[in-house]
C-alpha cells in the first residue's frame, strides 16, 4: 500500500519538510554534538561521542515536526532503538538471511497485529567516518523494513551525521518498488 493511501494526499512532500526541519533545528541547537573530540588522556578505547546521543536528540525533532503530520485518528510515537514487536524480537529477513533488528529511529503507532500496525518511518542514522559497509548494511535493512510483509513500513530514512552536514536519504514505495531521493542540511 502506498504512504498517500495510509497518510493522505501530500504526506511525502510534508514528511521531506519535516526532516528538513528536524535536520536545522538539530545542526543549529546541538551542532556541538558533532564537534565532540576524541578522549586521549585515558586508559580505554579512544571514542568520539556515540550517534546514539545525536539520535536521540533528532527523534525528539522527529517528534515536534513529523508526527504533527500524520492523522490525528491515530496516536503516533516516535521510540529510539526499539526491538520488539508485539512479545517477540523484531527480526527482519536482510541479503537472505533473518536478522533481529533494531532501528535506530521509528515513527509508528506501538500496535501489534497487521490490522491496527501503522509502521510510518524506519530510520538508520551512522557518522560520516563510518566504515562503507555499514553504511550500505544500514539501506539493506531499510528497505528489508519497508519491503517484507510483515512491517511494511510508509517511509525510511538514512541519515548521514557530518562535521558540515547532515545527509538524509528518504526511501519511499511507489506503484514500480523501493525508490529514493535525498535531503541535505548544510
Same mark, same amino acid.
Given at each position: 500500500m502506498l504512504a498517500e493511501d495510509t497518510f493522505g494526499a501530500g504526506i511525502m512532500d510534508k514528511l521531506i519538510s519535516g526532516i528538513r526541519d528536524s535536520f536545522e533545528k538539530l545542526r543549529n541547537c546541538d551542532g556541538m554534538l558533532f564537534d565532540c573530540p576524541i578522549e586521549d588522556d585515558v586508559d580505554y578505547d579512544a571514542r568520539k $561521542?556515540? !550517534?546514539v546521543c545525536i539520535n536521540h536528540r533528532l527523534a525528539i525533532y522527529f517528534e515536534q515536526k513529523c508526527i504533527p503530520l500524520l492523522p490525528k485518528d +491515530? !496516536? #503516533?510515537f516516535v521510540d529510539i +532503538?526499539?526491538?520488539r514487536e508485539g512479545i517477540g524480537f523484531k527480526n527482519a529477513k536482510i541479503a537472505g538471511r533473518k536478522k533481529r533488528v533494531r532501528p535506530d529511529i521509528i515513527i509508528h503507532n506501538r500496535k501489534s497485529g497487521n490490522d491496527e500496525k501503522k509502521n510510518f518511518l524506519v530510520v538508520e542514522c551512522k557518522k560520516s567516518d563510518t566504515d562503507g559497509a555499514k553504511i550500505d548494511y544500514d539501506q539493506k535493512k531499510i528497505r528489508a523494513l519497508m519491503g517484507g510483509k510483515k512491517y511494511q513500513y510508509s517511509f525510511g530514512l538514512q541519515v548521514i551525521y557530518g562535521k558540515d552536514q547532515i545527509k538524509g536519504t $528518504?526511501? #519511499?514505495?511507489n506503484r514500480q518498488g523501493i525508490e529514493? !531521493? !535525498?535531503i541535505v542540511y548544510r
Open positions: $561521542l556515540h !550517534e +491515530e !496516536e #503516533y +532503538e526499539f526491538n $528518504l526511501f #519511499y514505495r529514493a !531521493e !535525498e
